[in-house]
Nanobody
Framework: QVQLVESGGGLVQPGGSLRLSCAPS????????ISWHRQAPGKQREWVAS???????NYVDSVKGRFTISRDNAKNTVYLQMNSLKPEDTAVYYC?????????WGQGTQVTVSS
């Protein structure tokens, strides 16, 4: 059974940092691209960042220069380092593992940016 477990969310003040982790199990990690998405209350889920199986990264414009996605294939884990957080980054953050044949979502982790 495939599971994606996100962790690292929480409450942080504006300007602060958090690091989210996504640990898939039940898949061959190195064969999958991984993406992070977020959904704020009352809004649609949006793509935030992705990293291919080969390590190529992409970001939505609103987080460029602040967020960094990375993967550790030895630990089967993907990270999203979030710096200079803003209140508008508040959302539930989800990771997704995907390739041409399949895709899987995690359960999400809450990130709240507030003073």
């Amino acid at each position: 059974q495939v599971q994606l477990v996100e962790s690292g969310g929480g409450l942080v003040q504006p300007g602060g940092s958090l690091r989210l982790s996504c640990a898939p199990s039940g898949i061959i990690f190195g064969n999958y691209h991984i993406s992070w998405h977020r959904q704020a209350p009352g809004k649609q889920r949006e793509w935030v960042a992705s990293i291919t199986s080969g390590g190529t990264t992409n970001y939505v414009d609103s987080v460029k220069g602040r967020f960094t996605i990375s993967r550790d294939n030895a630990k089967n884990t993907v990270y999203l380092q979030m710096n200079s957080l803003k209140p508008e980054d508040t959302a539930v953050y989800y990771c997704r593992a995907f390739n041409t044949g399949s895709g899987y979502w995690g359960q999400g982790t809450q990130v709240t940016v507030s003073s």
